[in-house]
């Protein structure tokens, strides 16, 4: 079953693999800790504020997402659009996407063109002096 409404809090397995085969991992922006290390959360209307329990009002965080989540007031909804990764392999949408309390929109940090070797080896050669 994978929408059982008000009648019970928490997910059912069911439900829980569900979501686990559309989210993969932790869904915040940036985080990629596995299904394993994660909970089920009501993401779109929280239980708390009369939200039911379904796979369409859940999503995966890991245990400090989820506290972060809750504790500063963000809100998430789903944007329709599944997994995508870039050439990297990096994820680039979850699906979800994340407003924080003043409204303004959770995203990924902007990619960082890796260091080449030049950019990061010593020099041998001594300072010049000034």
């Known amino acids: 079953m994978l929408d059982v409404g008000r009648a019970q809090r928490t997910v059912t397995g069911q439900m829980r693999r569900a979501v686990i085969a ?3 991992h932790c869904v915040f922006p940036g985080c990629d800790q596995p299904a394993s290390r994660c909970e ?5 209307t929280h239980w708390a504020d009369g939200g039911g329990t379904s796979a369409a ?9 989820h506290q972060l989540v809750d504790a500063k007031g963000i809100t998430m909804h789903w ?10 392999g990096a994820l680039l949408e979850s699906g979800w996407a994340f407003t924080d309390a003043r409204g303004r929109r959770i995203r990924l940090p902007d990619a ?3 260091a080449t070797v030049a950019d990061i080896s010593p020099s041998l050669d001594p300072p010049a002096a000034a």
């Open 22 to 24: 559309r989210d993969r």
């Open 40 to 44: 089920v959360h009501h993401a779109v």
């Open 57 to 65: 009002n859940s999503a995966l965080l890991c245990w400090h997402h």
């Open 79 to 88: 944007t329709g659009k599944l997994a995508e990764r870039g050439s990297t």
């Open 112 to 114: 960082v063109e890796p």
